[in-house]
């Protein structure tokens, strides 16, 4: 059973920084691709980013410049890191791979 862990969210001001992780179990992560979803309240869940088996990226035009996706092979963890956050990136952040999801982090960005 795999299983994925999100951690990192919080309350940040604008233009302020965050770094999410997704930890898992049950699976190698590097084997895979692994995605970084997002949903706002009263939307439907987004793609922001993810990182191929061999490390391809790719990013939602409203973050690019902004977020970066990485993975540490030997921790068994991606990452996500948010800098230049904007109030329109409050949402939960899910991190996703196969047909698994995390439970979620709740990131907001207010003054």
């Known amino acids: 059973q795999l299983q994925l862990v999100e951690s990192g969210g919080g309350l940040v001001q604008p233009g302020g920084s965050l770094r999410l992780s997704c930890a898992t179990s049950?699976?190698?992560?590097?084997?895979?691709?692994t995605g970084w979803f997002r949903q706002a309240p009263g939307k439907e869940r987004e793609a922001v980013a993810s990182i191929t088996s061999l490390r391809i990226t790719n990013y939602a035009d409203s973050v690019k410049g902004r977020f970066t996706i990485s993975r540490d092979n030997a921790k068994n963890t991606a990452y996500l890191q948010m800098n230049s956050l904007k109030p329109e990136d409050t949402a939960v952040y899910y991190c996703?791979?196969?047909?698994?999801w995390g439970q979620g982090t709740q990131v907001t960005v207010s003054s």
């Open positions: 049950g699976s190698t992560l590097e084997d895979y691709a």
């Open positions: 996703s791979l196969l047909q698994y």
